[in-house]
């Protein structure tokens, strides 16, 4: 169970552990191109992980303004650069957080090849 979690967070196919999630940074594959294993039957499936990145931004973005003001660190802009950090937080933790979702999708039966359902 926990080298599942380990093969999707390491790009790989939770179904095969051979084939690629992703083809790029954000861009995850329809299905493993290895063993036809397909990662989103649902439209709607990928709101976790956007709510996920958000709540990663939000969360950046809450402790920076807080360490910034109760840590009398503030300097002129601060807020933009708070803001373009808590941004940046939300992006990249969004490929993580879709890595972890196909690895949830399996888990609860949802990732499968077309030509060998459940
Ligand atoms: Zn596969």
Redesign the pocket.
């Known amino acids: 169970m926990g080298s599942m979690w380990i093969t999707v967070m390491g790009n790989?196919?939770?179904?095969?552990?051979?084939?690629a999630l992703f083809e790029s940074w954000f861009g995850l594959r329809e299905?493993?191109?290895?063993?036809?294993?397909r990662f989103s039957r649902q439209p709607g499936a990928w709101v976790g992980p956007t709510v996920g990145s958000y709540g990663v931004g939000g969360v950046v973005g809450i402790v920076g303004g807080v360490l910034l003001i109760g840590g009398n660190l503030y300097f002129p802009h601060a807020e933009v650069a708070l803001a373009f950090v808590a941004c940046a937080a939300a992006i990249v933790s969004y490929r993580f957080w879709k890595a972890a979702w196909v690895g949830w999708l399996y888990d609860n039966g949802y990732v499968y090849?077309d030509a060998d359902p459940p």
């Open positions: 790989r196919c939770p179904y095969c552990q051979r084939g299905a493993c191109a290895d063993c036809g294993a090849p």
